[in-house]
Nanobody, 127 residues
Framework: QVQLVESGGGLVQAGGSLRLSCVVS????????MGWFRQGPGKEREFVAA????????YYADAVKGRFTVSRDNAKNTVHLQMNSLKPEDTAVYYC????????????????????WGQGTQVTVSS
């Protein structure tokens, strides 16, 4: 059974930084494309970033480009999301997700492409 567990969320002031981590167990992490999504209060879930199984290509939502960095450590079955210059509008529950589809050459920004999801971690940015 594949499990994804996020950590690293919390409360931070605008302009601050947080680093989210997602540890994957019960599966073969190195074959998964990994994605980060978020859902803010009263909003639909949206794409944040994705990293392909071999580490590239990498994709970012326009709203976070230049501020967030996604990376992965296949030896530790972990994907990270470094978030800098945080804004109040970044407040959301952040989810990591894993795509096991071998025929997909690179990571997707579409939530339906992902097979496994974590429980989420809350990020709150105060103004």
């Amino acid at each position: 059974q594949v499990q994804l567990v996020e950590s690293g969320g919390g409360l931070v002031q605008a302009g601050g930084s947080l680093r989210l981590s997602c540890v994957v167990s019960g599966g073969t992490f190195s074959i998964y494309h990994m994605g980060w999504f978020r859902q803010g209060p009263g909003k639909e879930r949206e794409f944040v970033a994705a990293i392909s199984r071999v580490g590239r290509p990498i994709y970012y939502a326009d709203a976070v480009k230049g501020r967030f960095t996604v990376s992965r450590d296949n030896a530790k079955n972990t994907v990270h999301l470094q978030m800098n210059s945080l804004k109040p509008e970044d407040t959301a529950v952040y989810y990591c997700a894993a795509d096991r589809t071998l025929s997909r050459a690179s990571a997707s920004a579409a939530a339906p492409a992902y097979d496994y999801w974590g429980q989420g971690t809350q990020v709150t940015v105060s103004s």
